[in-house]
């Protein structure tokens, strides 16, 4: 039985399945459709493709072709010079961006970065250094990064879920104005600032943003800065400015999130090497896998003691079956089979019974069990 453990940790530098900045183009030819969708999300692949496509021309109108990296950054994003002036330009309203930053784990990352690409906007990553090789570029011709060197904004990754510059604040302030009738004029009012900080994560601290008088508002800000850790495209539906363009694109809600991390979030060349490696040298070979994520309560607000939940996980895992028995729970005794964290079960051997336990949790210490145990 061979026993892995995922964790947090950083990619390491592969070799991969592509060339470097080279992205997916039709993803219709190589997502493969799970059975309880019905045949037309072939037909939907297809018209979320054109989509993107119809965007990454977008974005490579306003952003440019893949970094050069001989070049400065700024130089591809004349836009910073609108940043700098802080203000937001009226006549620009095309060019409208939204920046991404990390927030929480790679699985939260992931379902936010997809709902902040449905916004209708340029869609731009902030992506730490450890990160920036953990996905492919999904626009042909151009880029997603932003360039963190160049850009105005400073210390992204630090500002926290309620900054100065977060819209509900901003609104506190009178720094910006939302005015219920479109067509009025208000004179007195103050210019539009150059970016708004969109804090819509587990706090939801800027939960207005999902009102529709105050998408009339944010829709004359040039850019905006998204900090979330959710899964917030549902909550676009009923705004008028998303309704139809999202009916249209994914006509059944819970076909948006699998159709869009399929389409966005393929792993880059690194990630693939690290994937691909494991899986052939640890689970392939086994003739059962099982897999067993342990999530755990935010710090101080789980009760259930360490030993207690790890006796729950046994219990489970012998009442359904899943799981091996040891010698400890009356079956055959496991054995060692050295420093490569594999072991083989007594009696059956590796004549076709071997099993392999992939463990995922930020807690190392429920791996260390199982692999002791087995």
């Known amino acids: 039985m061979a026993i892995g453990f995922v964790g947090r940790t950083g990619p390491r530098r592969t070799e991969g399945r592509l060339g470097e900045g080279q992205a997916f183009t039709d993803i219709s030819q190589q997502v493969a459709i799970p059975a309880q969708f019905p045949v037309t999300s072939v037909q939907l692949l297809r018209i979320v493709h054109q989509d993107v496509c119809k965007h990454s021309d977008h974005h490579r109108h306003l952003v440019g072709g893949q970094r050069d990296k001989g070049s400065p950054a700024s130089s591809r994003l004349a836009p910073f010079s609108k940043l700098r002036s802080g203000r937001s330009a009226a006549e620009a309203v095309e060019c409208r961006y939204i920046v991404w930053l990390p927030f929480d784990g790679l699985g939260n990352r992931m379902l936010s970065m997809v709902s902040g690409f449905l916004t209708g906007r340029v869609f731009l990553v902030a992506l730490p250094p450890d990160s920036a090789d953990l996905f492919c570029e999904p626009f042909p011709g151009t880029t997603w990064l932003l360039p963190l060197e160049d850009f105005p904004v ?221």
């Open 154 to 374: 400073a210390n992204l990754f630090g500002l926290g879920h309620n900054p100065e510059q977060s819209y509900t604040r901003l609104l506190h302030s009178k720094k910006i104005v939302v005015d219920s009738d479109p067509a009025a004029k208000n004179a007195t009012a103050p210019p539009v600032p150059a970016y708004v900080y969109l804090s819509l994560g587990y706090q939801l601290t800027d939960r207005l943003f999902f009102c529709g008088e105050h998408q009339l508002a944010l829709g004359k800000v040039n850019w905006l800065l998204l900090y979330s850790d959710l899964y917030f495209v549902p909550s676009l539906y009923p705004i008028a400015g998303f309704r139809d363009e999202l009916r249209r694109l994914f006509p059944a809600r819970e076909s948006a999130s699998h159709l869009l991390l399929r389409y966005l979030l393929h792993p880059g060349n690194p990630v693939w090497g690290l994937v691909t490696r494991y899986y052939h040298s640890y689970l392939a070979p086994a003739a059962r896998r099982i897999g067993v994520q342990i999530r755990m309560a935010a710090a101080g607000s789980d009760t259930v003691p360490a030993d207690e939940k790890y006796n729950q996980i046994l219990a489970c895992s012998r009442q359904e079956r899943i799981q091996s028995e040891t010698v400890d729970d009356g079956g055959d005794e496991a054995t060692t089979g050295g420093g490569n964290l594999t072991t083989t079960s007594g009696g059956g051997g590796n004549n076709g019974s071997s099993t392999a336990i992939l463990v995922a949790s930020l807690y190392a210490d429920y791996y260390e069990r199982l692999r002791s145990r087995y």
